[in-house]
């Protein structure tokens, strides 16, 4: 280890004056503008990432601000007593393209591996018909795992 920091030690003497003594400016720092490019980006995270049955996850989105809402779903969120298999649920979002929620994992989920799959959409709604149309702007999944529900960790 001494080796290597002396090595260190004795190219930057020999490199001397011909390295410039200040560092690149960070892109986003305090004399730059701030970019835009995580207006555009789509990310989700679901917490904890291994729940268990019975638990109550959170979601926390983010889509391009061209998105005014986000669908997720995922196999993991059935009801109890529905035959569907898939559950989707929405989500608003801000200005800004920031969302939250909560949803519950069925004590009745299977256990193992889901995905779980984020859309972001613009939907538009003509106030005459009442039509909307629904536009995909970006998606995104994340692994979740459902553990067994146990009831020791109450007691």
């Known amino acids: 280890m001494r080796s290597v920091a002396a090595m260190v030690v004795a190219i930057a003497s020999l490199l001397g004056p011909g390295v410039p003594a200040h560092a690149r400016p960070v892109p986003g720092g305090r004399g730059d503008p701030p970019s835009d490019g995580w207006k555009q980006r789509t990310s989700l995270l679901v917490m904890p990432q291994h729940p268990r049955q019975n638990d109550v996850v959170r979601i926390f989105v983010h889509c391009p601000t061209a998105a005014n809402h986000a669908l997720i779903g995922s196999t993991a ?43 972001c959409v613009k ?6 018909t009442r039509v909307s149309h629904r536009k995909v702007i970006s998606r995104y999944a994340v692994p979740l795992q459902v553990r067994r529900f146990s009831l020791k960790r109450f007691l």
């Open 77 to 119: 969120f059935r009801l109890k007593g529905s035959a569907r298999l898939y559950r989707e649920v929405g989500l608003g979002l801000s200005d800004r393209g920031l969302g939250r929620r909560s949803v519950g994992i069925s004590y009745y989920a299977p256990l193992g591996h889901h995905v779980v799959h984020l859309t």
């Open 123 to 128: 939907v538009t709604i003509d106030k005459r």
